[in-house]
């Protein structure tokens, strides 16, 4: 079992910035971060593997920057240029594969932007 400890979300304005962290009991290959708003499916945001491969969805290309640092088993979502849609619970996931890493998952962190 891994366990995911999600932070870093919050309220923020439309053009800000916000940088979500999530801890891993351990490294495993692929690490993600997807999010869910009201109503609508879970997404996945943005990966990266083992390797460094980095995957984003198109929404949050050349916005948000996903990142690790192995010896703190941790993964980073910078997030900037901030939109209100994109307002969501953020999950943590980590296992499977950079297009799925969906074996593990985090509480969730809820991120709020406002217009």
């Known amino acids: 079992q891994v366990q995911l400890v999600e932070s870093g979300g919050g309220l923020v304005q439309a053009g800000g910035s916000l940088r979500l962290s999530c801890a891993a009991s351990?490294?495993?290959?692929?690490m993600g971060w997807y999010r869910q708003a009201p109503g609508q499916q879970r997404e996945l945001v943005a990966s990266?593997?083992?390797?460094?491969?980095?995957n984003y969805a198109d929404p949050v290309k050349g916005r948000f920057t996903v990142s690790r640092v192995f010896a703190k088993n941790t993964v980073y979502l910078q997030m900037n240029s901030l939109k209100p849609e994109d307002t969501a619970v953020y999950y943590c996931?980590?296992?499977?594969?950079?297009?799925?890493?969906?074996?593990?998952w985090g509480q969730g962190t809820q991120v709020t932007v406002s217009s």
């Open positions: 351990r490294n495993l290959n692929a």
């Open positions: 990266i593997n083992w390797g460094g491969t980095t």
């Open positions: 996931a980590a296992g499977g594969n950079l297009w799925a890493p969906s074996e593990y």
